[in-house]
């Protein structure tokens, strides 16, 4: 078991049906601690830059439209082995094949607009951190 951090975002469609509280109350129980936080909206460059990883997909153009298309909220989970962690507690990236009392199996809407995003490895979640937060506001 180690202490790790890891990077949860918020995805439009909670933003838009007001779901971050019962969201984060998932994320809380399990364990995991929010340690920073910011609400905002990517710009297009912005969200190609933070999804580049996919720019080949067939849905990279409708996914960084979709991820523009509202208010986001970022932010920094830290916990023990809190990558796996978190995203055991999200759920499959399609919501059908999501477990009973994942975040994406009660709350998601589809395999887009799926709610919540986190990290997949230690090193992504470093790079992704770097890429909404400064230490500064990282506050453990
Ligand atoms: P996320 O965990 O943010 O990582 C990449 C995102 O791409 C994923 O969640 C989904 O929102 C989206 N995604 C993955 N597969 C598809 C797909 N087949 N069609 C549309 N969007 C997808």
């Known amino acids: 078991m180690t202490l790790q951090q ?7 469609d909670a933003t838009r049906r007001n779901l971050n509280g019962k969201i984060n109350t998932k994320i809380e129980e399990s364990g995991l601690k929010i340690i ?3 609400r905002l909206r ?4 912005q969200a190609q830059k933070f999804y ?6 067939s849905f990279f153009n409708e996914l960084c ?3 523009i298309s509202g208010p986001i ?3 920094v989970l830290e916990g023990e082995d809190a990558v796996a962690r978190y995203r055991e507690i999200m759920g499959a990236t399609n919501p059908a094949n999501a477990a009973e009392g994942t975040i994406r199996k009660e709350f998601a809407e589809s395999i887009e607009a799926n709610s919540v ?3 997949d490895s230690i090193e992504n979640a470093a790079i992704e951190i770097a890429f909404f937060f400064s230490q500064l506001e990282i506050v453990v």
């Open 73 to 75: 909220v970022a932010q």
């Open 117 to 119: 995003h986190g990290s």
């Open 52 to 57: 580049a990883v996919h720019e080949e997909r």
């Open 36 to 38: 920073a936080q910011k």
């Open 6 to 12: 890891t990077l949860s975002i918020l995805k439009p």
């Open 65 to 67: 439209d979709y991820m």
């Open 42 to 45: 990517l710009t297009k460059e």
